[in-house]
């Protein structure tokens, strides 16, 4: 029940400061870690914390080994993927047991892997494959012609509508809906009549998928989200969105119809995205941000509509001296007799 | 199993260039069509992809009648329209059998029509009532004395509490939560006192409610939604809104509570509406932008707090001149010998 | 069946002016009140409608006593809070009998109060504890370990992750999310590690939590929502956010990892918190709005970045003022003889 210190360093290629053979047990924050629990200090601001902690042992980037003297300390070259690594073996996601709840309702046809977990008033529908390793817990409505892939996991109430494809190792969140129909009408003698969704969602390999977002069906074809591209809690993605690998979705972002981001592309925290646009890799839009247009490869841009970073920067500082500009104009003014 | 190019066409007033006795049996994407499917241009900027496409024929409007030559066409006056009723010729929606499923719960008093359709593990309350032709699919919570319409379609997971009022045909999607408590208290020595909601929540006929939304119910009396409204994904409708006819509420939209639109009011996505204020016909909020102030019939805002359409383009664009007034101010400043 | 509105004033302390028999059965609109209902007036705004409303007495404050001349009044020093008092007295909630339903499941070590009531298709994990007089309704899950507090209540398909703490008398919303992985990846060649998150949530006393709104467990530690806070739908709040007592976190307002709250804050409409920032107590952040930087106490922000709202609306006035400001700087280049 607990690791040496040197084992642990050894799971992330990292060394030991101190002593070697202390026991670990849990990872726990500076102010509440005992003598059996291991720490972190990832930001030189919160060393005074770290010094006063009760942790038998820190873990510490390199260029923090001589921020708390006199500790034992485990140095790794990324401290933040130790952690996530150190975590896992310490903290141990509970393992779900194979088989489907009595409760769970297989409609005929459906198939889940001996090695499945389905939960309790789970519905999958007819045509639907969940794999081997996959759980879908309580509550989960899978539609028809569905996938779920190898290891992927559907917390509590997520929802799945007909012909949705989940990757392997996937986690979509509770609450979170993929699927339901793209927000498509065509206006005819003033109404808004319905344009059928036909298409389906798609969801690549190690997707996550937060709590109570929702990712639309594409009207005809895909909406694709790319490999490892994480999505943070109540996202909108519209219908025809492709994304491509590991991007980063931050809460409450949106997503237009049709618009397609490259690989490693980010969108901080409420920002949004216009429809039939294209964001280059590596393009990163601020928070509270409206990318209305385009954005190149590897550029970040803020402001409603967007603009380059930098710009945007100019604009903000800029805009907190319109008074003195104001001020300076009038002197101008009066210098110069102008009337006003 | 398919149709003749002569009869799609007469489905929407439309006529054939080219071959009527083709036979179409889907709809697919420029890319992905085939010889037996059904394409469409409705943007001139895809003409090179409308050329290189596979599709037996291709669905254009009047003005692009002559962009793709030699190829079948099904030429229609509203051709968006038009793709959305061959849509649902071609793609029809999966008909829901009549019946109640055995785990359904009808507590007593509640009423389901013979020719509804009530899916596994929905809950239905006493003195609650579904028409003819709707359908209440998996795991919807219906609460006492609510009100399903004629062929309404209440998704997995949607919620209505007590009293509820769907419209005859409106579609309900997953995660919706329409009737909860609006967001009401009274701040009484230092604490904040819940108001008690004792409202309900109308849809009138032919609305549709994206994924994850949710209507408050009024404190007293209604919040309605209008005939015919659109209503999009994770978007927010506070307690006592009334909305008119054939609005759209794009994605993420926030309106607080009691403000009212008229008809065919659009709201953008992320943009706000304040409370207690009005919107009138056909007025507009642009995306990310916040109406904080009554809006004029058919006029258009944007900006935060929202601005005359034009007034605020006139805004972005003179503040990316920022830099150079200040630039321009300060030569004069040198000119006049203007100390700083 | 009904009150003497003599009766009603002394629950509230207040006072009748005009007949202290009237018998009261209802709180009503002032447009569809009758002589057996009370309505109210607030607003002076609405003295027009108060005078023509069929309602049989009026709840008012001092201020507006003698506003309509003539009708049988109810004055309370506090109209808000008398109203939220007397529509619990009239409209009373629905009380739900202490039991489990026959279809709910407890898994083995769950522990539920025989006062408790626990609705159809409930889930409810090993280890979890739920209190008398608390309310648990259809289709939520409860995670294991989770306390759920004396008379709180969980709406149709709220959901619980492991170890959730939902203090006394809290209400959770439908569709609400509590307990949700944090977003924390760390980034490791080219791809974005999932950092467990091993924490948890803990809502306090009389927190209320709206419909679709998510709340994410810690990393490590807990996310905590303190005492009395109310959070509207479609909110979002990052792990290891701290929140005080007695804030308001309205519709669709996001809050980054780590930020903490004082007491009283208030996050109007759609805005947003930065990760790791702290505001004040009484700090508000306006609508739309995004705190970027820590807030002092009882500081109100506005913009994007947020800054002082008095600072804020003067950047607004100013903005409506660029074309002014533009052409008076050529006026005076002219002046100068400035060449463009």
């Known amino acids: 029940?607990?690791?040496?210190?040197?084992?642990?360093?050894?799971?992330?290629?990292?060394?030991?400061?101190?002593?070697?053979?202390?026991?670990?047990?849990?990872?726990?924050?500076?102010?509440?870690?005992?003598?059996?629990?291991?720490?972190?200090?990832?930001?030189?601001?919160?060393?005074?914390?770290?010094?006063?902690?009760?942790?038998?042992?820190?873990l510490v980037g390199l260029s923090l080994v001589d921020a708390v003297p006199g500790r034992d300390l485990l140095v790794a070259d990324d401290p933040s993927w130790a952690l996530a690594r150190l975590l896992a073996v310490l903290h141990p996601e509970e393992r779900r047991p194979p088989g489907v709840h009595p409760t769970a309702i297989l409609e005929p046809g459906a198939e889940v892997d001996r090695q499945a977990?389905?939960?309790?008033?789970?519905?999958?529908?007819?045509?639907?494959?969940?794999?081997?390793?996959?759980?879908?817990?309580?509550?989960?409505?899978?539609?028809?012609?569905?996938?779920?892939?190898?290891?992927?996991?559907?917390?509590?109430?997520?929802?799945?509508?007909?012909?949705?494809?989940?990757?392997?190792?996937?986690?979509?969140?509770?609450?979170a809906v993929l699927g339901a129909d793209g927000f498509g009408y065509a206006t005819h003698q003033g109404a808004h009549h319905k344009v059928p969704q036909v298409g389906r969602v798609v969801l690549e390999e190690d997707v996550e998928v937060g709590a109570g977002s929702t990712i639309d069906r594409a009207m005809l074809g895909e909406t694709r989200i790319g490999v490892g591209t994480k999505i943070d809690n109540l996202v909108?993605?519209?219908?025809?969105?492709?994304?491509?690998?590991?991007?980063?979705?931050?809460?409450?972002?949106?997503?237009a119809g049709s618009a397609?981001?490259?690989?490693?592309?980010?969108?901080?925290?409420?920002s949004g995205v216009a429809g039939h646009i294209e964001l280059g890799d590596g393009a990163q839009v601020a928070a509270k941000s409206a990318a209305l247009a385009s954005v190149e490869p590897r550029t970040q841009v803020a402001g409603i509509p967007a603009v380059e970073m930098r710009r945007w920067r100019r604009q903000v500082a800029l805009l907190s001296r319109l008074e003195e500009i104001v001020r300076r104009l009038r002197a101008v003014e009066k210098k110069v007799g102008e009337e006003r």
Chains 1, 2, 3 share one sequence.
């Open 117 to 175: 977990h389905v939960g309790p008033y789970a519905v999958i529908g007819a045509g639907s494959r969940v794999a081997a390793g996959a759980a879908v817990l309580a509550f989960v409505a899978i539609g028809r012609d569905c996938v779920v892939g190898e290891g992927a996991v559907l917390h509590p109430h997520a929802v799945l509508y007909d012909r949705t494809e989940v990757g392997a190792r996937s986690v979509v969140h509770s609450g």
């Open 260 to 270: 397609r981001l490259g690989n490693y592309v980010v969108l901080a925290g409420q």
């Open 1 to 58: 029940m607990g690791y040496r210190l040197a084992e642990l360093a050894a799971q992330v290629g990292g060394r030991v400061e101190g002593d070697p053979e202390r026991i670990i047990e849990a990872i726990r924050p500076l102010e509440s870690a005992g003598p059996r629990d291991l720490s972190f200090l990832k930001d030189p601001r919160y060393r005074g914390q770290a010094a006063a902690s009760g942790a038998g042992a820190l």
């Open 236 to 255: 909108q993605v519209g219908h025809n969105v492709v994304t491509g690998r590991h991007c980063i979705l931050c809460g409450q972002a949106g997503i």
